[in-house]
């Protein structure tokens, strides 16, 4: 009895983990989209201002104008942050958006003088103090790093067109790990935005009332 109750409890597992290849990279790619269509725009509308930081960007940037960063950094920002949101070409704009943020950590958040690690680790804020301020872009640095790995998740205009290559997975989470995993996001998201949770839960709850079909589930056929 105890190895069929493992089985089950792995069965399910591996159903939420399903879930997760839709929802976990595209919650990434949404924040990630907004953050970078903002700082993109917001070069498109403004003036600029690379002119002022000097020799500071690295090789091979500190080669190039300020207006072809400038430019290059408004439409890497603008075009990435579309493909991240349709999930098209994920690797390839995440990637690009890694280095840009990269050299934008190195050019304007990184200390310029830092003796220490514990000198350095002032430098992990938002605000500049004097010690540098690349918190951010560390945090959108390792939100980048699981879309560079491994890609856009299914839901997105990549796994379709893998689907029309038929190369795609044929696992099945099923309405029971669904179920679960909006139940859980409704209860928190609610403590927030409760008509939101709710509405998860309520999605939830009927989720989990479907029957359950026989392949979801799959028992061993020993009793051993």
Do not use: C
């Not at 993109?40 to 500071?56: P, R, T, V, Y």
């Not at 349709?86 to 003796?115: E, M, N």
Request: proline share 5%; charged share 10%; glycine share 8%.
């Amino acid at each position: 009895m105890s190895n069929r109750n493992q089985h089950v409890e792995q069965s399910l597992t591996s159903r939420i983990d399903v879930v997760g290849l839709w929802l976990a990279p595209f919650g990434l790619r949404l924040l990630l989209a907004w953050e970078f269509f903002e700082a993109g725009l917001e070069k498109l509308q403004g003036a600029n201002w690379f002119a002022d930081l000097g020799d500071k960007f690295p090789m091979p940037f500190s080669l190039l104008s300020s207006n072809i960063n400038w430019t290059l950094a408004t439409w890497f920002e603008l075009v990435g942050s579309l493909a991240l949101l349709l999930g098209l070409g994920t690797r390839f704009f995440a990637l690009s958006l890694w280095v840009l943020t990269i050299v934008a950590t190195y050019t304007i958040h990184w200390p310029s003088d830092w003796s220490s690690l514990s000198a350095l680790w002032q430098g992990y804020a938002i605000s500049n103090d004097g010690y540098g301020n690349y918190k951010l872009p560390l945090i959108y640095l390792v939100m980048l790093l699981p879309l560079i790995l491994n890609g856009s998740g299914r839901l997105s205009l990549d796994h379709l067109i893998d689907v029309l290559r038929d190369s795609a997975s044929r696992r099945s989470a099923g309405p029971s790990a669904w179920g679960l995993v909006l139940l859980t996001l409704g209860m928190t998201v609610s403590i927030l935005l409760p008509w939101v949770g709710g509405t998860l839960a309520g999605i939830a709850m009927i989720l989990l009332a479907l029957p359950r079909r026989p392949g979801f589930v799959h028992m061993p056929l020993s009793k051993s």
